[in-house]
């Protein structure tokens, strides 16, 4: 068996804390980041085009005579043959999997009901698409054509228990070229460094609870950021996937013969950020008031969640999308708040009992710009903590949210951007209020949004009313929020962002029209018909206790109204009605 080394590096400096999570230090025990799910493609650069694929075949049978795909199927088939014939002897187990079959955890039952054993402990074999080649040979025997295609075909996951990392499943096709994918877990890796360290803690699943030493286990976590991190992944995947893996296609004499050698690319990479919180109760309220005020904002489409598996509303041909989710677990009530921006998710959810996690999730690292390849581990990470950071701070502008009467006066004035004059930003009409929300549900988005993605944002939250609305007449409303400091386009581009400034403001401008003014004014002139009523003894929940101060504060405001005589002296009292059977 291969000897497992450490793959975490304690020297390496810890990060400094995010706003958001200085609003809560007082309720937190600790506090750290960790990569968390990694998918690395390996794949082998020869097998990547027609031509060098027809190379590496005369290197391994020592001619191409043999090239062509009653040789390529055996060649499959030989692999399925090895497997099982090994497993046999070894008393591994091999399960064929259904489509749809959450394999992984299968994998974890295994895992509790049997415990770890060094190295191969797994094999579940399911179909999936892969790179395959089809060769065309003349009457005569040449080859005029070798094609490229994807084609549903057996792959075997191998899982693997290593004593460094834990956990780990390397899934590889059984045609050649013999793509594979190397599934980690970054929680497994910082337990196994916390372990060697000496630390002490708690871990549930993949979340630690329990942590002594909070900064030591944040260091340690820190480290797969670090760009040396890119390394320490290729040793791990070199470890197994030759001898363990590959050496059922090829054995390692034709490993050698054909100089069939790996690499590796970045896939998807999972980055979360972790609030150990002192009370369960504390972590939840808070992080239900986070979603309650930014519902709205942010544009959340209530999903429900029926038995684990959430529906999304997806593009027919899978394009990107730009899109805010709102899911409810059917388990321990689990609410999920997602943001969608193509490929890339910022998600926040409570984690056991105590944790509150906050994660940037790139489902193809493609959509970063920053490359893909291995020794670009660390630029990822750091793109991906980055948007993070990005995405809490706007939920940070948007709970101090504030207007001075400064700004509130100068909005409606004209304004410059460069030496353009543009006009002023008048919130009493409801093409501007539409684009202000517009606008804010965009903030998060990680590279910026477009004027065409402005106006796409625009005409769905405006309705038939906003039909015609177009990027033509976003930019103008974009350069008019430019011209009061709200937004920035970035430098070399078409993009916008919004700038840390303009958050609370123009998150202001919109939650206080939308949720204080319009419910006050609609209470002044139809007061409900149906007031909460609450049992003797009952104990509320959040939102019991959310609407019920709600109401409260109603009936507070309702007197104001009575003095200022915007309400009927003479009418029934909100108040008499609401809290008569409370």
Known sequence: ??????????????????????????????TYDCVDRIILRAYHSLGGSPGGF????????????????????????????????????????VIDCGRGERKHRIAEDYLSAHGPT????????????????????SATGVI??????????????????????????????????????????????????????????????????????????????????????????????????YSACLVFGLDRAEQERSGFRYDYAAYQVEYSRNLLFRRGDQMEEVFQGLVDRNRGALDLRSVRTIFGKSRHALDAEGASRVTSELSRGAAYGLTVFKLHFGKLTFKAYTKGERVLRFEAIAHDTRELHCGRVISRFGEIVGRLRAILERALGVLRGMERAFVSDETLDALPRPSTVGKTRVGGIDISR????????????????????????LAARVRELGGPALAGYDARRAAYD???LRGKGFIARLEHSHRYELLPAGVPTIAA?????????????AAAVHPPSAPIRVKPGHKRSFWERADYGYQRFRRDMERLFRELHIVPPNRQSFADVAFASA
């Open 1 to 30: 068996m291969p000897t497992a080394t450490p793959i975490l590096d304690p020297r390496v400096p810890a990060r400094d804390p995010d706003q958001c999570t200085d609003r809560y230090a007082d309720l937190l025990t600790g």
């Open 54 to 93: 027809r190379f590496w075949w005369r290197q391994l049978m020592g001619g191409e005579d043999t090239l062509d795909d009653a040789h390529l199927m055996r060649l499959a088939g030989r692999f399925a043959r090895r497997v099982r014939g090994w497993a046999k002897a070894n008393g591994v187990p």
């Open 118 to 137: 060094p190295g191969v402990f797994l094999i579940l074999v399911a179909r999936a698409q892969a790179t395959v080649y089809e060769v065309r040979r």
């Open 144 to 241: 005029y054509d070798i094609r490229k295609k994807r084609a549903f075909v057996n792959h075997y996951s191998f899982h693997i228990w290593d004593e460094a990392v834990g956990h780990l499943t390397i899934k590889m096709s059984g045609h050649p070229p013999f793509g594979a994918q190397v599934m980690l877990n970054g929680h497994e890796l910082v337990a196994r460094a916390a372990q060697a360290a000496g630390l002490s803690f708690r871990k549930e699943g993949n979340c630690f609870t329990t942590i002594t030493d909070p900064g030591a286990l944040a260091q340690l976590a820190d480290t797969l950021a670090d760009p040396a991190a890119a390394g320490r992944l290729r040793e791990i995947c070199e470890r197994w996937i």
């Open 430 to 453: 409801p093409r501007m209020r539409t684009v202000l929300t517009a606008v804010l549900a965009l903030a998060s988005a990680p590279a910026g949004f477009t004027a065409g993605e």
């Open 478 to 480: 974009l350069k008019k």
């Open 509 to 521: 401008l919109v939650l206080i029209r939308e949720k204080v003014l319009r419910p006050l004014l």
